[in-house]
RNA sequence: GCCGAAGUGGCGGAACUGGCAGACGCGCACGACUCAAAAUCGUGUUCCGCAAGGAGUGUGGGUUCGAUUCCCACCUUCGGCACCA
């Protein structure tokens, strides 16, 4: 076994040595050994996990990666390598562990690299996927191969088809809240028609979800006339997987539809292209159904505080009110509606809102616009509809919006309203329409500036701040000596060019009252002053007529304020609003406006309603008057699935001249037909719609559409229970055994899409007792990116880290780094990197180090006695010490993620190692003990090198079927410890006591220590503090 | 703007519950071995200071005998969301 190239620098000891013990004297060859054992564990199968029984499980999964052309890199083993020590740990601790790897093989980029280079997608598939396997053999990964899973298969797909059909026979329930077979629903409106159901979606704001938005009602009567077409169409109206018309993101690269998820601003997430709006019946899944429960069972998973809270934002369940506003004023008698419906969280502010917004595709825009609106409200809502979302969502973009000329009336005061169309009203969330109420709500409050529309306070702000400003001249002399006398902060500057003002902040309503008489004693004739924030009040010249305080509590006080402002200060004449006016100082800029919750205020007789209570009594008010109830508002939209390709899942869908039905179960797998061509139409048509023996059936068309591959990875680990199952997807026994995954680790990216849609398909597969867990994932970890070790400069000058990619030319892939340094060094330094969640760059000279230490393991397992250092002290005891405390550490680190500092704790058990070498403790029953531990605790980190290690120290194969080694708690203990001697919590000395010694005694030591007694400067001890096992503090 | 994470030597990073800041590794310097180099081994390596000593965990405050750790305010970087009523 003498190596070829590296004979010279051998020859030395291999000559001397080889004669004796040729075993002992061999350099550590990672080439040799690693092909060797993975040949021999691949034959063993020693990594197959047993079929269900009574040793406890643990499911370890990696997120199944995307095959692609271009293979792994050295980052996409940040992710399998810690996984893997910690199958093989909990392995050697005695569990029965599943640990599979499977291909997310669908999707767009094989099936845009098969068109180019004119292949198929299938072959490419393999050839892709084979490397993969070849890749992550070479890094000694110890999956059960036997579970290899490929979404592509059509053993795999055909029971994705089986799991859409029963989503598609599915509605939901929401008096069970819980899915259930369509069945019941038909049997229920052939009995009953669906009055019951929505009466419970009326009356319960959180299922507003389960079925389509304005779905009409239908009586037992009606549906019971109705064919067998028109109830699928109803149907549809329920199904938890439907079919229907709507606006979606067209994305013109890759000629498909794109989910919103995969839409980042206003970009297709792979593509990068403008996304466009495109009008096509499309599938989903109603994932709204689920809305609540997604949102709520996030309590009970341990995943990063970032992930559950990315995934509430994404459902964003807010609770408010609806509100019905009457259509009025003018000769406006709608056909369609009387009234338009509001969504509002904050019902307590119903008494501001002075207008009310449409969003430009809101049904009744054109039935409340008058003739003479209508050709300017026409042009506003084409041109909102040309916008694309990223010109609507664009940053700095200015309000715009049109007026309808219509009015609706308020229904808490009657107070009649403008309604108005503007693009920042969505039609997709709520009801497309708001009560606009700016005094309260920031984009109304802006949107009100531009067009002049009335701003009335209606929350009083909970810190009682208000501002005023004193115009020159305004007062009387001495006003400034009073304000002093009163302890009133205000500061003197100049007011434009008009000379020196001041500039007046109140704080409390006691003060606020008192300045408010002061001003009315010193204002000059002919002037006002006003205070704004925490109280809106105008003080006029008493003198003249109608004088006085003046509140600005509503829309008349707004207007006559206006007026008598005008009348006094004409430069104020071009505002139309008090606010606008107020809002030309930049003084008062921070109190006009505010969102918080508070006590209400110039809302009739709610006025005084302290603010934690205003919501909730104004919507039981609301609701007894009839104009509103609560609602819960979602933003969640429903899953959209289908996409116009190719390489994807069949949809197992027909349609019949009866409408969508589906597959039979026993017609699975509708195979994906094998095409010469498979290009997207022109039309946005699936290719499959061209390939007539696919299309044509004797029942009728068959649906085109393929499923967008995240209907592949919903269900992926429930499938490595039981992989190769022909009669369902899994079977009973497996499931229930395996499942929930234990351990999940993957990228952060996937935070919201895959692990939202997996979770729906664990909920439904539950509402229909498939499967007996509710979460999928209990505990989920995200391991940081690795960028290339480059380091780039930015124009400015800021130094960066790339990301790798085939692109840049950076890639540095672990066939590169195992060819050089081997597979344990590689995944020693993956482990060692960096903490677990951070991003950081690969180094070039990590691997190596490693190496360094797997070097020093081999020489010191291997031939100890080679190479002795100094003499050291070094005991028996100590070694064993040092060898149970690693036990200790290693588990604790591991256990927590802190895959670094396990390394670092076998670096320094092998550095220990040496030194008791070097005190002579090679051979003893104490060094064999340690040189064991230390083998067993390397063998998850650095498999190959463990098990060379444990044969040539003539142990039975295999290291990885031994238990883990079992602490000591007798060795771990110390016998003397050292304690720190600090005066004044400055470190001073160390003494060292035995682990027994007694408080007093110790203290009495530490004060007796030539440290403390030099820093004590002969002061007596104020205070001596004794913290046990670690130090001392002398407080002089 | 909102939400989240993080700021510690030349670098990656340690420090479990408030108790020795800088474990472990990289890099660097010096030394040993060598004709020499590589490899290996040893020693040193936060900064200032010859030293005694002092300063020091993004900045400024606070709590405490004692703060990288807790509290308040702010700065910077990264990630996510973004007109969601």
């Known amino acids: 076994m003498v190596p070829r190239a590296h004979s010279s620098l051998y020859g030395r000891v291999g000559l001397f040595v080889c004669e004796e013990r040729p075993e002992m004297a061999d350099k550590y060859i990672p080439q040799e050994i690693e092909p060797k054992w993975q040949a021999r564990w691949e034959k063993d199968d020693l990594y197959r996990s047993a079929p269900p029984g009574a040793k406890p499980k643990y499911y370890i999964l990696d997120f199944y990666p995307y095959p692609s052309g271009e293979g792994m890199s050295v980052g996409h083993a940040r992710n399998y390598v810690p996984t893997d020590v910690l199958a093989r740990y909990y392995r050697m601790k005695g569990y029965n562990v599943l640990h599979p790897m499977g291909f997310d093989a669908f999707g767009l980029p094989t099936e845009n690299t098969a068109i180019k280079l004119k292949t198929s997608p299938h072959l490419l598939n393999e050839r892709y996927s084979a490397n993969y396997v070849r890749q992550y053999k070479l890094m000694g990964l110890s999956y059960d191969w036997s579970r290899l899973i490929n979404t592509a298969h059509d053993d795999y797909y055909r029971w994705t088809q089986w799991i859409f059909l029963q989503i598609f026979k599915s509605w939901y329930d929401p008096r069970k809240n819980a899915a259930a077979p369509i069945a019941d629903l038909e049997r229920e409106l052939s009995e009953h028609g669906s009055q019951a159901i929505f009466d419970y979606i009326d009356t319960h704001a959180e299922a507003v979800g389960v079925a389509t938005k304005d779905t009409p009602p239908v009586t037992a009567q009606q549906w019971n006339g109705m064919n067998r077409r028109e109830r699928n169409d109803y149907l549809m109206n329920f199904r938890l997987a439907f079919r229907a018309e709507s606006v979606v993101n067209w994305d013109p690269v890759d000629k498909v539809v794109v989910a919103d998820e995969e839409v980042e601003g206003g970009r297709a997430w792979r593509s990068g292209a403008l996304v466009e709006k495109k009008v096509i019946r499309q599938w989903f899944f109603r994932i709204t159904a689920y809305a609540d429960r997604l949102s709520d069972d996030l309590d009970t998973v341990d995943w990063p505080e970032k992930i559950v809270k990315m995934q509430r934002n994404w459902i964003g369940k807010s609770e408010g009110a609806e509100v019905k506003f009457e259509i009025g004023g003018g000769n406006l008698h709608s056909p369609v509606s009387d009234h338009i419906t509001v969504f509002t969280t904050r019902p307590d502010t119903l008494w501001g809102a002075t207008f009310m917004v449409l969003s430009p595709e809101h049904p009744l825009v054109s039935e409340v616009t ?581 044969s040539r120290k003539g142990h039975p194969y295999s290291i990885h079927q031994q238990p883990f080694p079992v602490v000591d708690e007798a060795a771990v203990k110390e016998d003397e410890m050292t304690i720190v001697v600090q005066v004044n919590g400055k470190v001073r000395d160390r003494i060292q006591v035995p682990v027994r010694a007694g408080e007093e005694a110790i203290k009495q030591a530490a004060l007796a220590s030539d440290g403390a007694r030099r820093f004590m400067d002969g002061k007596p001890p104020r205070q001596v503090r004794y913290v046990p096992g670690r130090l001392v503090n002398i407080v002089v």
């Not at 010109?391 to 219509?406: I, L, N, P």
């Not at 017609?667 to 994906?672: A, F, S, T, V, Y």
């Not at 604790?892 to 076998?906: C, E, P, W």
């Not at 220990?912 to 090679?922: H, I, V």
Request: hydrophobic letters at 40%.
């Open 370 to 950: 008058t003739p003479e609106q209508r050709a300017a409200v026409e042009a506003y809502v084409a041109f909102a509809r040309g916008e694309t979302d990223e010109q609507r969502t664009a940053e700095t973009k200015e309000k715009t919006g049109v007026f309808t000329s219509g009015y609706a009336i308020n229904p808490v005061n009657g107070a009649r309203i403008p309604i108005w169309v503007a693009d920042y009203v969505l039609m997709g969330y709520g009801t497309g329409a708001i009560m606009a109420v700016p005094a309260h709500d920031e984009r109304d409050f802006a949107f009100a500036l531009k067009y002049g529309l009335p701003i009335i306070p209606v929350i009083d702000r909970p810190e009682r701040t208000a501002k005023s400003l004193v115009f020159p001249s305004s007062v009387r002399e001495g006003f400034r000596t009073e304000l002093e006398k009163a302890g009133i902060e205000f500061y003197a500057a100049p007011v434009g060019n008009v000379g020196e003002g001041l500039y007046v902040t109140l704080h409390g309503d006691e003060q606020i009252d008192g300045y408010v008489t002061l001003m009315r004693s010193f204002l000059q004739p002919n002037n006002w002053n006003e205070i704004v924030g925490a109280k809106w009040l105008f003080v006029f010249d008493d003198s003249a007529s109608g004088g006085g305080v003046q509140a600005l509590d509503s829309v008349e006080a707004d207007r006559r304020i206006l007026q008598r402002c005008k009348a006094i200060y004409p430069p104020v004449r071009d505002n139309r609003t008090v606010m606008e006016m107020l809002n030309h100082l930049p003084f008062y800029r921070d109190v006009l406006f505010h969102a918080e919750y508070g006590r209400m205020i110039n809302s009739g007789s709610f006025t005084g309603t302290p603010g934690d209570v205003a919501r909730q009594r104004v919507t039981t008010w609301l609701t007894e008057r009839g104009v509103g109830k609560r609602r819960v508002n979602y933003k969640i939209r429903a899953w959209l699935i289908s996409r116009q390709r190719y390489w994807g899942t069949p949809i197992p869908i027909v349609h019949t001249p009866d409408g969508e039905e589906a597959l039979d179960e026993s017609e699975l797998p509708l195979r994906l037909p094998d095409v010469e061509h498979y290009e997207p139409t022109a039309t946005g048509e699936s290719p499959l719609a061209e390939i007539r023996p696919f299309v044509e059936t004797p029942r009728g068309r068959r649906e085109t559409d393929t499923m967008a591959t995240w209907a592949c990875s919903s269900w992926y680990y429930m499938r490595f229970a039981d992989p190769h199952n022909d009669q369902a997807p899994f079977g009973q026994k497996e499931i229930a055994y395996w499942m929930p995954v234990d351990m999940y680790v993957g990228g952060a990216e996937h935070a919201v899409m895959h692990l939202l849609y997996s979770r729906m398909w664990t909920k439904v597969l539950y509402d229909l007792g498939y499967v007996p867990f509710i979460e999928p994932f209990k505990a989920l970890r995200n391991q940081g990116l690795i960028l290339s070790p480059q380091k780039r400069m930015d124009e400015k000058g800021h130094e960066f880290y790339e990301k790798m990619s085939k692109s840049k030319g950076n890639v540095i892939t672990p066939d590169e780094v195992v060819a050089e340094q081997g597979a344990d060094a590689l995944r020693g330094y993956e482990m060692f990197i960096s903490d677990f969640e951070q991003t950081v760059p690969w180094s070039t000279s990590g691997v190596p180090g490693v190496r360094r230490w797997l070097e020093r393991v081999w020489r010191i397992v291997l031939a100890p006695e080679e190479d002795r250092g100094q003499p050291t002290e070094f005991s028996t005891r100590e070694l064993r010490r040092v060898a149970h405390q690693t036990i200790q550490k290693y588990e604790r680190d591991l256990l927590n993620f802190g895959f670094n500092t396990v390394v670092a704790a076998m670096m320094e058990f092998t550095n220990a190692l040496f030194k008791a070498r070097d005190a002579g403790l090679a051979g003893t029953p104490e060094w064999n003990e340690a040189i064991d531990i230390l083998l067993r605790l390397a063998a998850p980190i650095a498999p190959h090198i463990a098990e060379e290690l444990w």
